[in-house]
């Protein structure tokens, strides 16, 4: 199972205005994946894409959301 470990969040607004919070977390090197891998998803847990320095794609919904800024992560 891989082990994943919460690098930073990033408040973000919808074409429409909706609010969201998108996580970055690392996906922690093992036998089965050799290199990390940085994953983005919601914090309703639907899966993110990084477009750019200012942009996400949430996939399911197809929609792209703008990063407002970059939030602390909380320990």
Known sequence: MSQYQE????????????????????R?????????RTDYMTM??????RLDKKHFLILMKDEVVKI???LRKKH
């Open 7 to 26: 690098t930073r969040r990033f408040k973000c607004t919808g074409g429409a205005g909706n609010p969201c919070i998108v996580i970055e977390q690392i």
């Open 44 to 49: 309703d847990g639907e899966v993110a894409n």
């Open 28 to 36: 922690v090197a093992d036998e089965a994946i050799p290199r990390p």
């Open 68 to 70: 407002q800024r970059a």
